[in-house]
């Protein structure tokens, strides 16, 4: 079983023990899931450089996750079924787009079950994280996965960021919003390069290069290094920067992937001895995602990792919600998946389940190529609103 120890660190009544009508009250439980995968193994050979990854004395990579897990006291008051929330940037999603509750400012703030909706009807509810590069910060629920290396030596490789400043400033990550950093492979690299345009598709103007540096911020002093950079005068608001600089050590992104499918075996197929809490009661996995994880989803679909290492079917059912046709950098060396530039890395074809034909390159393909060519093919809901379709994402 690729979930090698199922920690739970803590275990409490769900909102102080509010019943959901007939259902009961529900417990809320946290704690760290720790993998193991198989890196020779069908299911897994479509993560990028999972080649490159340590393994342990017998051969597997390992990674964690965080989880909260909400589900009935009396778990016989199930409805069986386990409602996977793929958080977004690591921040939970699910409660307020199905129970209507209100969407927290603060990740630590405690959680509110709004109308109860997936309570009353008996979900067992899960988040786990998948995003790699999610800060630590108490709330969050995030990944940790190895880097990729080579001999022991970090990858390098050509990274780009965007920013755009909506308040004064001078300096700006080297990640995408606030995010775990890339960190320059040399401060001083002289084929670095910063541009600035006004509009999405306008023609960038390249900054002098010594307008600018890669530094490091430390209560408030700025010093050269390789976590930052650093414009003269600062970013003037409103107007597109792109920075294009060699960064070093690339995670292993596309595990998060198979984490959220391995959980989801895990708790509809392992065994109490294994450390399931729910061994038993569980038949069913549905899936959802919003934005960021709505692209996460399709690209998880079109990767056809639903497949896990027992050849079983992992999610039963998945809910891609405003993920419009792109997908990201969800499976990518040194991918960000945070980032949603759309005129980027998401929009990658093909931008349908059932296949097309692109027009421009003359490719062919569909999202569910892989998935139908394995014949498990999940229930599946896209679901968009009009700023989707208009804007065409």
């Known amino acids: 079983m690729p979930v090698s120890r199922f920690e739970i660190t803590s275990k409490v009544l769900l909102e102080n023990g509010k019943e959901y009508g007939d259902i009961g ?17 069908e299911s897994n050979e479509r ?28 778990p016989d008051k199930g409805n069986g079924t386990m409602f996977l929330d793929v958080v977004n940037r690591g921040n939970k999603t699910v409660l307020y787009g199905f129970n209507s509750a209100n969407r927290p400012t603060d990740p630590t703030s405690p959680i509110e079950s709004g109308n109860g909706f997936l309570m009353r009807e008996g979900y067992t509810v899960m988040f786990c994280g998948w995003q790699a590069d999610v800060p630590d910060i108490p709330g969050l629920i995030g990944l940790s996965v190895p880097e990729a290396s080579v001999d022991g030596e970090h990858l390098s490789g050509r990274v780009m960021n965007q920013y755009q400043a909506n308040v004064a400033t001078s300096v700006f990550p080297l990640a995408d919003r606030y995010h775990l950093k890339n960190p ?5 690299e002289l ?39 650093h414009l003269q005068g600062g970013f003037e608001l409103g107007r597109i920067y792109k920075l294009v600089y060699t960064a070093k050590g690339s995670r292993i992104v596309g595990l998060g992937f198979a984490a959220v499918r391995d959980i989801c075996s895990f708790m509809k197929f392992a065994s109490d001895e294994e450390g399931n809490p729910l061994s038993g009661y569980l038949d069913h996995a549905i899936s ?16 056809g990792m639903n497949v896990d290492e027992s050849a079983r079917q992992s999610m039963d059912g998945i809910i891609a919600h405003v993920g419009g046709g792109m997908r990201g950098e969800f499976n990518l060396r040194f991918g960000q998946p945070s980032k949603d530039v759309c005129y ?6 093909p931008f349908t389940d059932t ?25 599946i809901m896209f679901t968009n609103s009009s700023a989707e379709y208009w804007r065409g994402d």
């Open 355 to 379: 296949e097309q034909k692109d027009m421009v390159t003359g490719k062919q393909g569909g999202l569910l190529d892989r998935m139908t060519g394995q014949g498990k093919v999940p229930k």
């Open 191 to 229: 084929e670095a390069e910063l541009m600035v345009q006004d509009q999405p598709n306008g023609i960038p103007e390249l900054i002098e290069r010594d307008k600018w540096a890669l530094v490091r911020v430390e209560d408030s002093e700025i010093e050269p290094d390789v976590s930052h950079v």
């Open 25 to 41: 009250t529900y417990d809320h439980l946290q704690g760290t899931a720790y993998f193991e995968v198989d890196p020779l193994s």
């Open 47 to 74: 993560i990028v450089d999972i080649q490159l990854a340590p393994r342990n004395a017998v051969g597997k990579v390992e990674f964690s996750a965080d989880f909260v897990l909400l589900t009935p006291s009396d």
């Open 184 to 188: 320059a492979a040399d401060e001083t």
């Open 344 to 349: 980027i890395i998401p929009e990658l074809f």
């Open 288 to 303: 959802y995602g919003v934005s960021q994880t709505g692209r996460f989803l399709r690209q998880y679909i079109y990767t």
